[in-house]
Each structure stands twice: as structure tokens, then as C-alpha cells.
């Protein structure tokens, strides 16, 4: 069995449903597709990616971007980019959002799957995983 067929494709993680549509065993390690099912509440805190550039594409629903100071509001085929380095999170404004998650390059989809193997994490459960894949939590 390759590391595709092991690695799990779809699984909930705090509170959010993700579909791995590509991940770097699919990309030669260049970037990840992940389709993620969220709610309000479900928001990570402002955090930075040491290694990986991460697009936000929304398909349904609305979310307000906050990158490096700025907000931005997007909606149903809107995007934004949160460059590595730059301090991000984001805020679901409807009762639901769907979206893609594109991080390059891939890697950091490995998080969001150690995750899904907790059920209950606790903010150091958290910024333990998210250190591992070169991310600060910004408490």
C-alpha cells in the first residue's frame, strides 16, 4: 500500500470536515488540496506558517480574512493568500462555509490529519502538532 491509500482522505478535526483532494504523496510534495466543511466556532487562532503559503478559495457561505493587519471579506469565488511568515486567521460569517485550503508547498495537510486522531485536543495538544509542522499559535 502507497502512503495515499493509508493516509486518510476524509476525517473531522476541530470541528471541521476535510476531503484531501491532493496531498503531497499526490504532488511530488509541491502543494495540497483540502476541502474543508466548516461552522462558526471552528476558527483557528492568528497564527504563521514557517514553510508553506496557504490560499483560501470559498465555494459557499462567507469568511473574513484577517492577513498581516488586513480584513478581507470574501465570498462564493473569492479568494485570498496568507504568505508564509504573515500572521493569519479567519472569521466564518455565515452559518456554514465550504472552501478549499491550497498550501504549498504540501505538508502542513499532515496537522490537520494528526489532529483528526484526537478527540478532544487541548490548545497545547494543538500548538504541539502545529510546532511540528513549522507553525506558531499566536495566543
Avoid: W
Wanted: net charge negative; with cysteine.
Amino acid at each position: 500500500m502507497t502512503n495515499t491509500e493509508t493516509a486518510l482522505r476524509s476525517f473531522r478535526f476541530l470541528g471541521n470536515e476535510a476531503i484531501v483532494h491532493l496531498d503531497a504523496s499526490d504532488t511530488g510534495g509541491a502543494f495540497a488540496v483540502l476541502e474543508m466543511r466548516s461552522v462558526p466556532g471552528a476558527e483557528p487562532p492568528m497564527h504563521t506558517h514557517n514553510n508553506e503559503d496557504e490560499y483560501f478559495i470559498v465555494l459557499e457561505g462567507r469568511m473574513k480574512v484577517i492577513c498581516g493587519g488586513v480584513e478581507t471579506v470574501l465570498s462564493a469565488g473569492e479568494s485570498a493568500v496568507a504568505p508564509r511568515g504573515t500572521p493569519h486567521t479567519f472569521k466564518i460569517l455565515s452559518p456554514e462555509l465550504r472552501s478549499l485550503a491550497i498550501l504549498t508547498p504540501a505538508g502542513f495537510e499532515e496537522f490537520f490529519r494528526a489532529l483528526a486522531n484526537i478527540e478532544r485536543p487541548s490548545v497545547e495538544q494543538i500548538a504541539k502538532a502545529a510546532a511540528r509542522f513549522g507553525t506558531g499559535l499566536l495566543l
